[in-house]
């Protein structure tokens, strides 16, 4: 499974951008996806998931202001982010784990999201 991330860039506090992950192959009905976030110095953090089932799950410091969806005809997963603070800043990694063998976990490259005015 490769993962590509796109969509990163610099925006100022209270703007919106939009992640994309490129997908190889039709996995969404076993795996689970992800966009995690790395900020200097600190651990990567799950940011937003969807189960094979598309069940959605936010962390509560992005409830609200972000969307995971996925396209499934298009093996595209992305993440729309809305109202981006200072503190959004990191690296914004696509992630992929099989549903059932979780040793089957995969990982993009990630793309810089920077929020400053």
């Known amino acids: 499974v490769e993962l590509v991330e796109s969509g990163g860039g610099l925006v100022q506090p209270g703007g919106s951008l939009r992640l994309s992950c490129a997908v190889s192959?039709?996995?969404?009905?076993?795996?689970?996806m992800g966009w995690y976030r790395q900020a200097p110095g600190k651990q990567r953090e799950l940011v937003a998931g969807?189960?094979?089932?598309?069940?959605?799950n936010y962390s509560d410091s992005v409830q609200g202001r972000f969307t995971i969806s996925r396209d499934i005809p298009k093996n595209t997963l992305d993440l729309q982010m809305n109202s981006l603070e200072p503190e959004d800043t990191a690296v914004y990694y696509c992630?992929?784990?099989?549903?059932?063998?979780?040793?089957?976990?995969?990982w993009g490259q990630g793309t810089q999201v920077t929020v400053s005015s």
């Open positions: 992630n992929a784990r099989h549903t059932y063998y979780r040793d089957y976990d995969y």
């Open positions: 192959g039709s996995i969404f009905n076993i795996y689970a």
């Open positions: 969807i189960t094979s089932r598309g069940s959605t």
